[in-house]
């Protein structure tokens, strides 16, 4: 019913930037919580960053600084801008969804993720 779709990963140096979008599509009504996660090879999923509808952001502490969370809420869509990035940084980051989308029976909730998208930090 509702789909994520991320993109922007890949590899950059150390102390470089990358810009990851994801686009929530479908039968969506309206789309509450926004986040990032992001999961390191042998580590649990972690978050990055949150925002909400009304642009209250969150973020993990070892992040704060460096990169920063957005969204377009007429394109159901949520950005993360990530500077000085490091090679601890180096992982799939996971987009992540919630609110009510509409079903035949009525309004729904969801909780959706996206398939993910790799960022590597690395010379």
């Known amino acids: 019913q509702v789909q994520l779709v991320e993109s922007g990963g890949g590899l950059v140096q150390p102390g470089g930037s990358l810009r990851l979008s994801c686009v929530a599509s479908g039968s969506i009504w309206r789309v509450n919580v926004m986040g990032w996660y992001r999961q390191a090879p042998g580590k649990q999923r972690e978050l990055v960053a949150t925002?909400?509808?009304?642009?209250?952001?969150n973020y993990a502490d070892a992040v704060k600084g460096r990169f920063t969370i957005s969204r377009d809420n007429a394109k159901n869509t949520v950005y993360l801008q990530m500077n000085s990035l490091k090679p601890e940084d180096t992982a799939v980051y996971y987009c992540?969804?919630?609110?009510?989308?509409?079903?035949?029976?009525?309004?729904?909730?969801?909780?959706?993720w996206g398939q993910g998208t790799q960022v590597t930090v690395s010379s």
């Open positions: 925002i909400t509808s009304g642009e209250t952001t």
């Open positions: 992540n969804a919630g609110g009510l989308y509409r079903s035949s029976i009525g309004f729904k909730p969801f909780d959706t």
